[in-house]
Structures are given as C-alpha cells and as structure tokens.
C-alpha cells in the first residue's frame, strides 16, 4: 500500500488529491476507484507503458487505485504521474520516504515524458505538500503560486532517479523573456474621435458597459483596443485569480511573473457557444466571458453573434458569474468582465442615418432588432461614432471640441485612476456596481440635473432602470471632472448623451435632433 499527493481541477479550482494504491496477491489487474472520469480511467494505459518504457518493473499483482477523498470527481490526466508513483512505491521499487513531502502533478506520454496539463497554477496552488514536482512546460507557470517549492523532471526515468538518491533535481527551465508583455495601443494614435474617445474614458473610469454603433472602418475596433491602457493594474490578487482562470483555460501565462494587466478578450462571432460562456466535454473548460474576468470582453460586429450565444450573456452581466451545467456536474465560473461591443448601424455598413444607404427601413430594423431590449438595455453607454473628419486625419496634432484628440493614454488612465478611487471609497470596484438603493444617498442629483431626468422620464424616454444607469453614469463623469456634492446638470447631460436612444440610428426620426456628439452640451 503506497499513498501519493497530487491535485484535481473542479471548474478553476484545484483539489487536493491522495493516490492510493494497494497491491495484493491474486490475478494480475488494474481498478480505479473514486470517481475518476474517461480520461482519468484511461490513465491505466499510459501509465503501465511510461513505467516500462523507463526501465521499470510494472507489477504482476492485483493492483487497486483509490482516489481520495471520493466525492470529488477526478478530471483529465494530471493525476498519471502520482498513480505511477504509487504503484511503483506499492511494489517496492521506491521507498515511501523518498515521497515525503512531495506532491506531483502531471500526465505521462507513452515514453515516460512528463506532460504539460491545463490549470497547474490553481493545481499547484491546491497541494499540501512543501513541494511539488510538475512538466517542466509548466513549471514556469508553477512557480506563480507560493503555497509550494517548484521541482521539475523531464521523464519519468529521471524523476526516479532522483527519488532514490541517484542525482539531484534538475534546474527548472528559464523564464521565457521572449513572452515579455508586449506594449499596448495608445489613444494618442486615434486621430479625431473625440465623442467616442469620451465615452471610452467614462467607460473604463466607471467600469460601464459600452456599445458603439458606427460604420465599417470608422475606428470602433481600434477604440476599443486602446481601453487596456486606460484600465488601472490589478491587485496581486486579482491577479492570480484572472492567472487561475487563463490556467484552467489552458491559455499559456506570462513566464515572468504574474500579469497585473485586466485581461482583454475579442472572441470571433463564429464562436462556439461553448466556447464564449463555458462548458465542455468530460472537463468543463471557462469560456472567453470567464478569461475576460476582472477585465474587458469585446465583441466586434455585436449583431453578427447567433442570438442563443447573446441571450447566454445576461445571467454573467447581472450575477457576475456563470453556471455551467453538464449531466456529470455543475460548475460556477468568475465572470465579472467590462462588455465592449461594436457594431455597423446597418447590415450594408452604412452609418444607419437615414439615406446614408438605400437599404430599406425595415431591413435597417431587423438588423438592429437582432440585440434584443434585454441586452441592449445592459449598456451604460451607447454611443455613435463617425468616420473621422477629413481635417482630424491631416492635421498633425488634430483639434477637437471636448478634449485634444491626441492626448496619450497616459494622461487619461491617470483621470480614470482618480475615478477609480473614488469608487473605492464607496466600497466597490467602480461606479457600475452601486446598488441602486444606494444612488439617492451616493448621487444626488442638484436641481438642474433632476430637472433633465424629470422630463426623459415623463416623455418616456428613460425608464426606471435606464434612470439608475444614468444617475451612475452621471456619477462617473463628476469623479473625472474631480468633482463633488450633487450632480450637476451638465453631468446628468452628458450621462444621457453617452446613453442616447438614437444611437441605433432607428429613432432619429422621432423629430428629437440626433443627440449626439458634444453639440448638446456646449448647449447646456
Ligand atoms: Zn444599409
């Protein structure tokens, strides 16, 4: 009887797992028990040809597997290592002293190599040994996580031989300096803009979600690119937890160290379902919403994604998280993301005002009716953004009527930082995520500002939850402009500028000017 320290993944998160193998006199066999899944059972296979393609004695002997503790399912291949361990151990072939306070994670090639497998930063972080022994093509990824020290082996050949005294632990492979972080876009390349620019920096300083309605090629991509370099750095915590999800995901992590950037993900519109929300097979993977977590999820062409994938966003956009349910379980992911959408305002991509395109009305409707009222309804700001003017393009420096177009951004993620704390001061990450029984107390409105909400209100054009969405929106502006005390009425303007209806360019013929770009407020 032999019993090893390894780790399972259960969603993004690792459990402590004890391999134990009994072996008995009777006819030769192999069982696993404790609810291992297909291609854990599997292991049986890949195990018995690494031990022997290493030189090794498999046993002639009943051999039984335990996994405990059994009421954790035990997912993918990452326990191969640990089972071949123990069975060795069981038969005699290693000490169990040589095992002491060693975990080990990873799976085994037919060759006996250790193996890559996904989520070793929350694996790693799972076991309760002083150390554990990994692939080295994650040990790097490993050694992100401090609860353990990091041993690597390229086979199994060598890792016995190390664990019976033979020669020392091979060195871990050196940080990857090729995957250095590479420099991210800046706003001071956006030429004119200045209207979206606005709603980008109200969107990342009040952590609002953004749609942007506009022609093909009129910056909306390149806009939302640049929202990364306004965003402030995540805590070490935060961290870790965006390096867990990107780990279970499978996606490769920066070699360096952890990344204290908010991850940015643009998945295509031809994505799965599975793929954008989560789910799976025999392991149930994070989606992009969940590797987006703690960050930006940016859908380009909104309209483009199938209607069932968009209707699967509004549990994550209003609980910040997301079940997955599959007949062997029901796994919770983070999903606490910044949504960025972009789309053309007609399907010809027209700008969508009328007779920009000869498209019929209906036509135009249906296009835009693929959002529906429940999603759309989930944007804080929804704003239209033209081709820019032929003079933004030539000139050098640009001139604009809100702010110098050129400013780096720099200059505005040190606004949006200002916002940020204030935020903070509430008790939440940003302006969105007040409550809205809290806005009478948090936002006040001067009479100015509650004059404008009155009339959008008794002409129909806000409704209740539209009312809160500004008022925190408005919020966010007043931070920017350092502000304090009662909202004042160009901030409650703007709110309701960066949330115009008209935006979709359906309503424009409601007789109401288009209530876009700072004209209205220069007005005020
Ligand atoms: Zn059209």
């Known amino acids: 009887m032999a019993t090893v320290s390894s780790a399972t993944l259960v969603g993004v998160d690792g459990h402590p ?62 326990l191969d290592l640990a089972v071949a361990l123990a069975v060795l151990a069981a038969d005699g072939q290693l000490s169990a002293s040589a095992l002491e306070s060693l975990a080990f994670v ?133 961290a870790l937890e965006v390096a867990k999800v990107h780990s279970a995901a499978g996606i490769e992590l920066a070699s360096g160290g952890l990344s204290l950037r908010p991850p940015f993900r643009s998945p295509h519109h031809s994505a799965s379902a599975v793929s954008l929300i989560g789910g799976g097979g025999a392991r149930i993977r994070p989606g992009e919403i969940s590797c987006a977590n703690l960050g930006v999820l940016f859908l380009d062409e909104l309209a483009e994604f199938p209607a069932p994938v968009l209707d699967n966003l509004r549990q994550p956009l209003e609980e910040g998280r997301v079940v997955v349910c599959r007949a062997s379980a029901a796994v919770a992911f983070p999903a606490r993301f910044m949504l960025v959408a972009a789309m053309n305002a007609c399907r010809c991509g027209a700008d969508g005002s009328p007779g920009s395109c000869r498209c019929a009305d209906s036509s135009r409707a249906r296009y835009i009716g693929r959002i529906s009222g429940p999603l759309l309804d989930r944007f804080d700001l929804r704003v239209r953004v033209r081709r820019p003017d032929v003079e933004d393009l030539l000139s050098p420096s640009g ?37 809205s029984w809290s806005l009478d107390k948090l936002a006040p409105l001067s009479p100015a500002g509650r004059r404008l909400l009155e009339r959008r209100l008794r002409d129909g054009q806000l409704s209740a939850r539209g009312l809160d969405r500004v008022r925190r929106v408005a919020l966010t502006v007043s931070d920017l402009g350092g502000r304090q005390g009662p909202l004042s009425g160009e901030d409650v303007l703007l709110a309701l500028a960066l949330r115009a209806p008209g935006a979709l360019g359906v309503e424009t013929t409601s007789g109401a000017a288009d209530p876009l770009p700072g004209l209205e407020l220069t007005r005020s």
């Open 106 to 238: 990873g799976e085994l090639g037919l060759d006996g190599s250790l193996r890559r497998v996904p989520g070793i930063l929350p694996l790693a972080a799972a076991v309760g040994e002083a150390y554990v022994v990994v692939p080295p093509a994650c040990a790097r990824e490993a050694c992100l996580v401090r609860q353990a020290t990091v041993r690597t082996a390229v086979s199994l050949k060598v890792l016995v031989e190390v664990l019976r005294g033979g020669r020392g632990w091979p060195e871990l492979p050196p940080a990857n300096a090729a995957f250095e972080e590479a420099r991210l876009p800046d706003l001071a390349e956006v030429r004119g803009q200045a209207f979206g620019r606005q709603a980008l920096e109200v969107a990342a300083a009040g952590g609002h979600h953004l749609l942007m309605v506009g022609p093909a090629g009129s910056g909306k991509t390149m806009l939302a690119t640049r929202l990364p370099g306004l965003l402030p750095a995540l805590s070490p915590d935060e």
């Open 17 to 78: 797992v004890s391999v134990e193998v009994h072996a008995s006199n009777g006819l030769p066999g192999f069982r696993v028990v404790g609810l291992p899944d297909a291609s854990c059972r599997e292991s049986r296979d890949r195990v018995r040809a690494a031990i022997l393609s290493s030189g090794l004695r498999w046993p002639q002997q009943r051999v039984t597997v335990n996994l405990a503790p059994s009421g954790v399912r035990k997912a993918g291949s990452g």
């Open 399 to 435: 001139g604009g009527a809100v702010r110098t177009p050129s400013e780096p951004s720099s200059a505005v993620a040190a606004r949006v930082a200002t916002a940020r704390r204030a935020a903070q001061e509430r008790g939440v990450r940003s302006n969105a995520e007040l409550s």
